[in-house]
């Protein structure tokens, strides 16, 4: 029997990073080896798995994250944009995969994350429950299959503290969306409409938030045409189908060569 993956978490002490120490301290294939955050924190020097409301197991909470990286077979951030460049400059140099959930990140972090996919691991994906990677890649095939007499727009549910919208789940939807259609995903965005707008263009993919209460990032995808109507959703109940999916990333990215990796990678859907 293979050895169990060890696992790291960056940016642990978060409501995902909490999720994510969880997932990794119970799921088979790994254990959670380490976890860290920034310094100045009061979860530095806590037990990790005891962070995460489990029995304490002996993995404590550190301030060095290059260390904490350098000490793992795979890692896991949930983070900030500024924050996943540095952990990511850090498990280039210390050669550990790395699995980034962030969100937020600009056009000049994906490319950083592509130049860091040469020479390690690399694995980035807004949403890493498999629901919505299924959703993503259905929404992908059928804006094909449709064409474009279907309108598409995708809409994103948020609780009232998300610091970001469009949500990374609601980009990735319409990227996806623009995929299938054989167009430039980076032209798509957020589509408000407020006063005398005119006319739908055609072609145009549309993205609105909803954001308030504790509404968990539900996100569904309308496909609107002459006559009927077709949706694709996701409405996770709890952060765990993440993190769980989050972990199964890293399990599997840990076997994985250098290269730019996505959900999809994890679950077969190369077709």
């Known amino acids: 029997m293979p050895a169990p993956v060890a696992i790291g978490v960056a940016a642990c002490a978060g409501r995902m990073g909490r999720a994510i120490l969880a997932a990794a301290a119970v799921a088979p294939g ?28 002996g993995i ?17 951030d949930f983070s900030t944009p500024a ?43 807004p949403n890493m429950s498999v629901g919505g990677t299924l959703v993503a890649e259905l929404t992908r095939r059928l804006a094909g299959i449709l064409g474009e007499e279907y309108d598409i727009e995708v809409l994103g549910r948020q609780h009232r503290p998300k610091v970001d919208a469009p949500s990374g789940t609601a980009l990735a939807l319409a990227r996806a969306a ?10 798509i965005g957020a589509t408000p409409r407020d006063g005398h707008t005119g006319a739908r ?10 954001q308030g209460g504790d509404m968990l990032g539900e996100h569904t ?10 949706e694709l959703s996701q409405r996770p109940a709890h952060r765990g189908v993440y993190a769980l999916g989050a972990v199964r990333a890293a399990v599997w990215l840990a076997a994985q060569p250098p ?13």
């Open 83 to 125: 924050a996943t460049m540095a952990h990511l400059q850090a498990a280039r140099a210390a050669g550990t995969p790395l699995v980034v959930g962030t969100t937020g990140l600009d056009a000049g972090a994906r490319r950083a994350l592509a130049d860091a996919g040469c020479a390690i691991p690399v694995l980035a994906a």
């Open 259 to 271: 290269g730019l990796y996505a959900m999809r990678d994890v679950l077969g859907l190369t077709a």
């Open 201 to 210: 263009p055609p072609g145009m993919i549309g993205i609105a938030t909803v």
């Open 178 to 187: 623009a995929e299938g259609r054989g167009l430039d995903p980076e032209t």
């Open 30 to 57: 790994c254990r959670l080896a380490g976890a860290s955050q920034y310094p100045g924190h009061e979860a530095v020097g806590r037990d990790a798995a005891a962070l995460a409301g489990l029995a304490p197991g």
């Open 221 to 230: 995808v309308i496909f609107a045409g002459e006559g009927e109507r077709l």
């Open 60 to 76: 404590a909470v550190t301030d060095d994250a290059t260390a904490m990286l350098a000490a793992v077979d795979v890692a896991i």
